[in-house]
Nanobody, 123 residues
Framework: QVQLLESGGGLAHTGGSLRLSCAAS????????MAWFRQAPEREREFVAG????????YYADSVKGRFTISRDNAKNAVFLQMTSLKSDDTAVYYC????????????????WGTGTLVTVSS
């Protein structure tokens, strides 16, 4: 069982930045690719970014490419999402998720989820 806990959400202004963190309880963190998803009110959960086990490769949704950066620290069992140039459309609950071996854009493929952290972007 992997427990994931997100932090770092809050209120940001349009054009501002936030850094989300996700701490994992699992000692075998390096068995899992990691991803960030988000869900806005009355919308489906959508893929934001994914990162490989080694951290050597990553992938982004078109809507965040060039603005968000995913990274991980395997020594600390943690994954991060640096968000810059925030827009009102980025307002959502952000979730980190773990999937064995490789990431995927389909949220149903993930075994473990955090409880989410709310990001609100306001002008």
């Amino acid at each position: 069982q992997v427990q994931l806990l997100e932090s770092g959400g809050g209120l940001a202004h349009t054009g501002g930045s936030l850094r989300l963190s996700c701490a994992a309880s699992e000692g075998a963190f390096t068995n899992y690719a990691m991803a960030w998803f988000r869900q806005a009110p009355e919308r489906e959960r959508e893929f934001v970014a994914g990162i490989s086990i080694s951290g050597g490769s990553s992938y982004y949704a078109d809507s965040v490419k060039g603005r968000f950066t995913i990274s991980r620290d395997n020594a600390k069992n943690a994954v991060f999402l640096q968000m810059t140039s925030l827009k009102s459309d980025d307002t959502a609950v952000y979730y980190c998720a773990a999937k064995r071996y490789t990431w995927h854009i389909d949220p149903t493929r993930y075994e473990y989820w955090g409880t989410g952290t709310l990001v609100t972007v306001s002008s």
